[in-house]
């Protein structure tokens, strides 16, 4: 079992940014950040393989970049030019188990989820 842990959250203005963390009780190579607002279905917005390669969704691409601190077993996610439509509930991944690169944003490929961290951005 790996016990997920975010941080981070909170309420910015249209144009902010934000920087999430997670904390993992041990290491999972591959990890990613997902969201999921009211109505909506969970999505993947960033993964990290763990072997040095990362993937974002194409709505997120060019302003959140995902990192990770392996010695700290932490994985980040850095948020900028926020806009409301990233108003979600931000979820950290995690899992062991050997999977293809095309599968790290889907929600199926993890088996450890942390409780979330609420973002809001507001115009």
């Known amino acids: 079992q790996v016990q997920l842990v975010e941080s981070g959250g909170g309420s910015v203005q249209a144009g902010g940014s934000l920087r999430l963390s997670c904390a993992a009780a041990g290491y999972t190579p591959h990890m990613a950040w997902f969201r999921q607002s009211p109505g909506k279905e969970r999505e993947g917005v960033a993964a990290?393989?763990?072997?040095?390669?990362?993937t974002y969704a194409d709505s997120v691409k060019g302003r959140y970049t995902i990192s990770r601190d392996n010695a700290r077993n932490a994985l980040f996610l850095e948020m900028n030019r926020l806009q409301p439509g990233d108003t979600a509930m931000y979820y950290c991944?995690?899992?062991?188990?050997?999977?293809?690169?095309?599968?790290?944003?889907?929600?199926?490929?993890?088996?450890?989820w942390g409780q979330g961290t609420q973002v809001t951005v507001s115009s």
């Open positions: 990290d393989n763990g072997g040095g390669s990362t």
């Open positions: 991944a995690a899992d062991q188990r050997p999977t293809f690169f095309s599968q790290l944003l889907q929600k199926r490929t993890y088996k450890y």
